[in-house]
């Protein structure tokens, strides 16, 4: 006992007076342990930025606004324009190949000052000095431009906005939001669209499953949607009767050269109303005669052989209130509302039709 006690009281004397302290060796190496933890965190924390910033937000999102810039602009009328915006960041994803053509799909631009967003549906175009536009090729996505044929309205707020932007402008764009997806087989057949580039021997279509037909009713700038599917990669395989409702065709630009290498190649059966050239209205329209009834959607069924008659499974309906009410009946909002107006009397219904916004 004595002698424990003795040796604490010499431990505890000997704590007192021999303290151990930091010799100057020692102190260096923790102040270096201290530097160099201190610098890992900021390492960390800089690069879980970095990452956060350049990469992680360096594809468009429908979480938050990327940048980009007014890279060209071609006005074709007073009313409509093509405008290509490019990402800040170059993008890696090619949503022309992930979206392909099962997917209708559109971007939300940011007006700041309003505080308001406006969807626009990006063509895979790119826009040429004299105003020409070349269609983006298979792998192809231009970084991430996107090109967009908007019409400006002389009371609307974004779209007139944009128009007076000048080039270099920076705008905050989110996306993509899918609209509408057909029914995909991830197994088929790339159609060949190389027509699109000149080639007058386009692969002779030879699928594993029967593509279906559709109707696409468009007025206006509601063609973006019809042009999109048609010009992407891996582009719809089936026909598409097209009715398109403008002014004049005249407003399409350096589209209504595309328009016409579609119908040509027949990717589309294309009849048009032009309210410029024929004064009657749209139901009165000889042209909309011939719309044909729905055809029953047999699914994957295996391939047979391509009719050269358009045997639609569904109708598509895009444009101005207006327009969608007197093919379609009114769309109320995000409620589809019957099927009326010329689908209606041609046997469509609420199955088969899909008015979109
Ligand atoms: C999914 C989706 C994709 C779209 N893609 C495109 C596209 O590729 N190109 C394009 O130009 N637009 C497109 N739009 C329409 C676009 O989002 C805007 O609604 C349009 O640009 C008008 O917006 P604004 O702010 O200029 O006019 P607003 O301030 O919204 O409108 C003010 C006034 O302008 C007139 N107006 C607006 N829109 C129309 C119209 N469609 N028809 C007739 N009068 C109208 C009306 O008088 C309206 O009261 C798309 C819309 C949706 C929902």
């Not at 956060?52 to 007014?70: G, V």
């Not at 009313?79 to 799909?105: C, F, G, R």
């Not at 000889?286 to 391939?303: D, H, K, L, T």
Request: net charge neutral.
């Amino acid at each position: 006992m004595k002698l424990l006690l003795g040796s604490i009281k010499r431990l505890s004397s000997s704590s007192k007076t021999t303290l151990p302290q930091p010799s100057a060796g020692k102190s260096s190496s923790l102040l270096k342990t201290v530097l160099l933890l201190s610098g890992s965190v900021a390492i960390g924390a800089l690069s879980w930025n970095y990452y956060k910033e350049s990469l992680y937000q360096r594809e468009l999102s429908r979480d938050y606004f990327s940048k980009y810039k007014i890279s060209k602009k071609y006005s074709i009328d007073q009313d409509h324009y093509l405008i290509e915006l490019t990402p800040l960041k170059a993008q890696k994803v090619n949503l022309w190949k992930e979206m392909n053509s099962s997917k209708l799909w559109s971007v939300e631009v940011k007006q700041p000052e309003i505080m308001v967003v406006r969807s626009y549906t990006p063509l895979p175009l790119t826009i040429e000095e004299n105003g020409a536009v070349e269609v983006l090729r298979d792998e192809e996505n231009a970084s991430g431009a996107l090109t967009f044929y908007i019409k400006q309205y002389k009371q609307g707020e974004v779209a007139r906005w944009i128009n007076h932007l000048p080039l270099g402008h920076v705008l905050e764009l989110r996306g993509p939001f899918v609209e509408y997806e057909f029914p995909d087989t991830a197994d088929e057949i790339t159609r060949d669209r190389s027509f699109l580039w000149g080639n007058e021997d386009c692969v002779k279509d030879n699928y594993k499953y029967q593509p279906f037909d559709i109707l696409f009713f468009t007025g206006g700038t509601g063609i973006v949607p019809l042009l999109q599917m048609t010009l992407t990669e891996s582009p719809f395989r089936g026909k598409i009767g097209a009715y398109h409702s403008c002014k004049s065709l005249t407003e399409l630009g350096p589209l209504n050269s595309i328009l016409t290498k579609l119908q040509d190649n027949d990717r589309i059966e294309l009849h048009t109303h032009e309210s410029n050239r024929i004064s009657i209205p749209l139901q009165s329209d000889p042209a909309m005669e011939g719309i044909p009834s729905p055809y029953p959607y047999g699914g994957n069924e295996p391939f047979t052989s391509l009719d050269s008659k358009v045997r639609p499974v569904l109708s598509l309906v895009c444009g101005p209130g207006g327009f969608i009410s007197t093919v379609s009946g009114p769309k109320y909002d995000l409620v589809q509302g019957p099927i009326k107006g010329i689908l209606a009397a041609r046997g469509w219904d609420n199955s088969n039709v899909y008015k979109l916004s």
